[in-house]
């Protein structure tokens, strides 16, 4: 059972939102309790009357004030709707005896048609078709509907009619041309409806799909790493798991996969220290001079130094690694030492991609230097050098 | 003559840790959790090398450092620290202190730098090296004694390798000189950084503490 509409609140007032002109109607249909666009359809029709309708547009328009909150339209009562309906049809019929009456095909077509086009527009009536095959469309909708569809044919006919006569104009073309435009009157509303529907259905689709994900990479990441955590005893480990977790966590938040978002070259050499440090266990001291913004180049930079840490903590056998960092004026220098195993770089296998590739090759793609110093036993250091 | 050794920490589990790892080389004469205290005891006991925590309540290690040397200007100070704030760490310098190296050192090297710091050498940790390289990088300044403001690029070297990881050792054989020199040019950069009223240095310490 609908709440009844209030029994008369007048509050002259004009709409601020959804209005078409200047929010009159709007604004009288919420103090009535009905439609906007049965009103509208009035204003439409008594406008066809020696323009009336816009005089008492005006009228209300200086009699009213605007309001700005949201709107709230009050249920249609049928009973209510039936007599203003009379009522309108007694002013019209008022004007008539009055003299006010220029041509009774005019009105009685404007009338047909915007009352027509407002009780298929209805936002409480679904679209036509699907509702009046709909068992569950009550049946007030549903003769709205067909009330609705009469008129506009009816005022289509007199229309084309009428205007037919005057002008002259070919029949057919006219009849093609009025069904056309009944045809996107009736169903405009519906297909919008139904496209409405849709994109809602899509952005919850999203919603849900975006949680599901977010519920997934929490899991699989910062609960893990909890757990790993809570089973820790030793303070150092807890440290690298809590470190690495934030910097995956800021990444992921914030969106910028290689270098975590970092925009200066020693925070991305930082972070990329302390990935190495958790994934081997292995700690890294990070000495920084100067500064520099990551871009294309620096960004190389970057990551040929990872490369050459990840290569350290796997082979060298040490258990630190120093990362150094010299930028002064041009010139970016990068060093990953340690004072591990060392190898002869001979007899580095040629399938062994990591000097090769993601060290050697990404530094010269940058214009950039590279220098391995090593022997058996002596120790591992690779200098990464980016001059203008 | 074994060296006596003072520690300063308010972290009562990296003390008891420190003091096993030192026990068996040094005479540990004894240990303070706060400033006061540590004061009172340094002065009391007359260490030769005090090992003192940069982060600390009532003032931190600069005030210990600072409480000491005006009556004891022969006790040597080595700073330990977690910290990465350079300003903390150049002040504990400029206070006194004749080296710092971080907590995570490891214990031989840690043994190594008491001693060093017993024959009145300097000890620079990477991170250190780092920090003077960076506070005496940019133009010369115009000051009353530019010797004292700038770093020879002998010694930029020196502190170049020792950023990179390299033990003295290692650094004088690379740059093909003796230890004995090496340690001249930190000893020689220590007092630069003690002594120099190059402004960059105080600029560069409070811009850092920002970053």
């Known amino acids: ?388 | 003559m074994s060296i006596k050794v003072y520690l300063v920490d308010d972290h009562r589990l990296f003390l008891s840790g420190v003091r096993a790892e030192l026990d068996s080389e040094f005479r540990i004469v004894g240990a303070a959790y706060d400033v006061d205290t540590a004061i009172d005891e340094i002065r009391a006991l007359r260490p030769t090398v005090v090992l003192v925590d940069v982060h600390m309540p009532d003032g931190g290690g600069i005030a210990v450092v600072e409480g000491v040397t005006q009556t004891n200007p022969d006790v040597k100070f080595l700073a330990l620290s977690v910290s990465d704030q350079a300003e903390d760490v150049i002040a504990m310098i400029r206070a006194g202190a004749r080296g710092y190296v971080t907590k995570t050192i490891d214990p031989d090297d840690l043994a190594d730098a008491i001693r060093r710091i017993d024959a009145g050498d300097a000890v620079f940790s990477p991170r250190l090296a780092g920090f003077v390289l960076d506070a005496f990088a940019g133009a010369i300044p115009s000051d009353e004694d530019p010797e004292l403001d700038q770093l020879t690029s002998r010694e930029k070297d020196v502190l170049r390798l020792i950023a990179r990881g390299f033990a003295y050792k290692q650094v004088a054989r690379k740059l093909n000189i003796s230890i004995k020199t090496v340690e001249t040019h930190v000893s020689s950069v220590l007092r630069k950084l003690q002594l120099s009223n190059r402004h960059e240095l105080a600029r560069w310490a409070s811009k850092r503490r920002i970053v």
């Not at chain 1, 009035?42 to 547009?57: N, Q, R, S």
């Not at chain 1, 089973?231 to 966590?249: G, W």
């Not at chain 1, 700690?283 to 920084?288: R, S, Y």
Request: net charge negative; aromatic share 8%; no cysteine.
């Open chain 1, 1 to 388: 059972m609908q709440p009844t509409a209030p029994v008369w609140t007048f509050d002259p007032h004009r709409r601020r939102s959804d209005r078409v002109v200047a929010g009159v109607a709007g604004g009288i249909a919420d103090s009535l309790g009905v439609r906007d666009g049965y009103v509208r359809a009035a204003f439409v029709t008594l406008l066809t009357i020696w323009g009336i309708g816009g005089l008492l547009y005006l009228v209300f328009w200086l009699a009213t004030y605007e309001k700005v909150e949201d709107r709230k339209v009050p249920p249609v009562e049928n009973v209510r709707a039936i007599g203003l309906g009379i009522a309108f049809t007694g002013l019209l019929f008022l004007l008539g005896a009055l003299g006010l009456w220029p041509s009774t095909v005019v009105v009685l077509t404007a009338a047909a048609l915007s009352f027509g086009t407002a009780a298929l527009t209805d936002p409480s009536s679904p679209g036509p078709f699907a509702a009046l095959m709909n068992p569950e469309v009550k049946k007030v909708g549903k003769a709205r509907l067909v009330l609705g569809i009469f008129l506009l044919a009816g005022g289509i006919i007199m229309f084309s009619t009428a205007v037919g006569q005057v002008f002259e104009l070919s029949v057919v073309f006219l009849a093609v041309f009025l069904t056309g435009l009944g045809v996107f009157v009736a169903f405009g509303p519906w297909v919008r409806r139904l496209l409405g529907d849709l994109s809602a259905e899509r952005s919850e689709r999203i919603r849900q799909e975006e949680r599901a994900e977010v519920a997934a990479h929490l899991h699989d990441s910062v609960l893990q790493t909890l757990a790993l955590i809570q089973r820790s005893d030793d303070p150092q480990r807890m440290a690298m798991l809590a470190r690495h977790q934030e910097s995956e966590l800021r990444d992921w938040l914030y969106g910028t996969a290689p270098l975590d978002g970092a925009d200066l070259v020693s925070t991305a050499l930082k972070q990329a220290a302390a990935r190495v440090e958790s994934d081997f266990q292995i700690p890294i001291d990070v000495v920084t001079v100067g500064d520099v913004a990551i871009d294309e180049r620096t960004r190389a930079l970057v990551l040929a130094a990872a490369e050459a840490m990840v290569n350290a903590a796997k082979h060298a056998g040490v258990d630190r690694i120093s990362l150094y960092l010299e930028v002064e004026g041009d010139e970016i220098q990068v060093y990953v030492t340690d004072q591990g195993r060392g190898f002869d770089i001979e007899q580095v296998p040629s399938d062994r991609k990591g000097i090769s590739e993601s060290i050697r090759a990404r530094m010269a793609k940058v214009g950039g230097d590279v220098t391995i110093d090593t022997m058996a036993g002596e120790g591992t250091e690779v200098m990464l050098k980016l001059a203008p």
